[in-house]
């Protein structure tokens, strides 16, 4: 079974600039959730999907971030005029609902740097 | 509101030492879920564990064991005889039923010392 997938692993970009993250789900994963992680912290919860549809999102998740999963299947996370207090790991996880045991799995993360 | 406790920012220990790591949870909600989760250096969450809140069993796999207390709302966590390679951040997160998102803990640094 193919895990979570991330992609890029690391980004570093001057801010103001746009950046695009992408997540894969582990295959026949019907949800899929992001989460961002700053140094020393734990991860806070962004937004999740079902499917294709954005079901909920976080306080966090400021008009700058756009979320994405158009085929109910890889998502995007993008993060507009980014600022220096964007830099953290964003974390990407899925899951299979309804289950009895529902798991959230996580991704490797993208590690982005704002300068 | 919902919080977890992870009041152990550090622990250092030898090889072969027992080590618990402490977990407390804050919820209304009379069914939620708890988790472990453990990460490396190379950044990914890695699933140790989920418990439901129905569930008081303790739980034993390997070298780790779960203690879950609903009277004092702790899930602890126990390694029997670290190895180096349990060296990592280890979080304790919490789910309430009806909710999607995992409540993290602020996590534990764990270093095993040869």
């Known amino acids: 079974d193919t895990g979570v997938s991330q992609d890029p692993r690391h980004k570093i970009t001057k801010r103001g600039q746009n950046v695009t993250f992408r997540c894969d789900p582990i295959?026949?994963?019907?949800?899929l959730y992001w989460y961002r992680q700053t140094l020393g912290q734990g991860p806070e919860f962004l937004t999740y999907?079902?499917?294709?549809?954005?079901?909920?999102k976080s306080r966090l998740l400021s008009d700058r971030f756009s979320a994405e999963r158009p085929k109910g299947s890889f998502s995007t996370l993008e993060i507009q005029r980014t600022e220096q207090g964007d830099s953290a790991m964003y974390l990407c996880?899925?899951?299979?609902?309804?289950?009895?045991?529902?798991?959230?799995?996580f991704g490797p993360g993208t590690r982005l740097l704002v300068l | 509101a919902q919080k977890v406790t992870q009041a152990q920012t550090e622990i250092s220990v030898v090889e072969k030492e027992d080590v618990t790591l402490d977990c407390v949870y804050e919820?209304?909600?009379?069914?939620?879920?708890l988790f472990w989760y453990k990460q490396p250096p190379s950044g990914e969450l890695v699933f140790l564990i989920r418990?439901?809140?129905?569930?008081?069993q303790n739980e034993i796999s390997g070298r780790y064991s779960w203690n879950f207390q609903k009277s004092t709302s702790s899930f602890n966590f126990t390694i029997t005889a670290s190895q180096v390679v349990d060296s990592a951040v280890y979080f304790c997160?919490?789910?309430?039923?009806?909710?999607?998102?995992?409540?993290f803990g602020q996590g534990t640094r764990l270093t095993i010392n040869p």
């Open positions: 996880a899925s899951s299979l609902v309804p289950g009895p045991q529902e798991t959230q799995y």
């Open positions: 295959s026949e994963h019907n949800r």
């Open positions: 999907f079902q499917n294709e549809a954005q079901l909920e």
């Open positions: 919820t209304r909600d009379t069914t939620y879920y």
């Open positions: 418990r439901n809140s129905f569930d008081e």
């Open positions: 997160a919490l789910r309430s039923q009806g909710a999607q998102k995992l409540v």
